[in-house]
């Protein structure tokens, strides 16, 4: 520790110009999350529960909800992906500006959920980077609270300083993936009674 | 009725169910939408069966109602497994058919000949791993969910609109030319065949 001389007043704060940066610039970001509401299934209904007055997440900055994606910090995926509609959020995604977070709200959005068909994305975290998953079938609006809270204190420890604490996510390979190929199918293994099914090839 | 459409007539609980020859389908539903005291003036569904028992035909199921006389009839039409699995479409009689067989079409692989347009209504147009409500269908699919995946984020979400459909949406200015190109040819990717 240097000696920075005698101390008279302690109306003053030291710090490392980095970290005041951090953190002005992550308080900002995660106390005004403008919403872009991606509601497919009935979580979109307790994801409305959340919006409204009695839960009401503009409390925690949320006051805008914006629906279109050049406005839109935090895509909130409320409900089941079909195949059909993953090039539709990973559009959305790729139309949002940096910074963005992605909460995939519910088992269906996270894992597929009981819908293990040919239908269904197996997790939405196979199309987008997803950031915080809340789990229920669906979250009540408690969970989904929670799970913003989660995000801001997420966003408060990342660094613009650090590229370990602030990962960009890249566009999509040459295959048009964002995982390789090897770890989708492992994390879309059936689990659960769908076990007894079999696959073709 | 028309002689020798009627193969077979059940009353059961209230449920009348009709099963018509498939080549006298078209004379047997024309009948019962333009004789007076038929008036079947209302296609409610089409939908199609499969039987557990690989022995037994699909079923093609047709269900009228009347709306002047409020009685419901409900037509089935047998295909054979072994056979070329198409039948006529309705659609020149009720024009409502024209989506309802275009998801029997796309579940079952079942073709509606006269169909207006008969093209896949809920799986994407280039969907490549067959009819998903065919017994013979594994639940996942034939393809990887790897594959799955790929596949779906290749899909151009613009080519699943005309280029009218587009503009009112005023999207269409704002594509690439190439891709207006295309979709001014009307090219939506290749359409796959049927697997066997």
Known sequence: MKHVGEVKSSNYLLAKFENLVDWAVNSSRANSLWPMPFGTACCAIEFMATAASRFDFARFGMERQAFSPRQADVLICAGRLPFKLAPVIRRIYDQMPQPKWVISMGACASTGGVFDNYAMVQGIDTIVPVDVYVPGCPPRPEGLLYGILLLHKKIKGESLFDAVKRREEQPLDDRGLRLPPETIDEISEPFGNSVHQFRSS | ?196
């Open chain 2, 1 to 196: 009725m028309i002689p020798g459409a009627v193969r077979e007539a059940v009353a059961r609980d209230g449920e009348r169910i009709v099963y018509v020859a498939r080549e006298r389908l078209l004379d047997a539903m024309r009948w019962l939408q333009e004789t007076p005291e038929q008036e079947f003036d209302y296609l409610v569904d089409v939908t199609a069966v499969e039987f557990r028992d690989r022995e037994r035909p699909l079923e093609v199921v047709y269900f009228l109602r009347s709306l002047k006389r409020r009685v419901d009839v409900r037509i089935k039409v047998e295909l054979q497994p072994s056979d070329e699995l198409s039948v006529d479409s309705v659609w020149h009689l009720w024009h409502g058919a024209d989506w309802l067989e275009r998801e029997v079409f796309d579940m079952f692989g079942i073709t509606f000949k006269g169909h207006p347009d008969l093209r896949r209504i809920l799986m994407w147009e280039t969907y490549a791993e067959g009819y998903p409500l065919r017994k013979s269908f594994p639940l996942r699919g034939r393809f990887s969910r790897a594959e799955q995946v790929r596949q779906a984020l290749n899909i151009n979400p613009e080519g699943n609109y005309s280029l009218e459909e587009l503009s009112i949406a005023e999207a269409a200015g704002d594509l690439p030319e190439d891709m207006r190109d295309r979709l001014r040819r009307g090219e939506r990717g290749v359409i796959p065949e049927p697997p066997q």
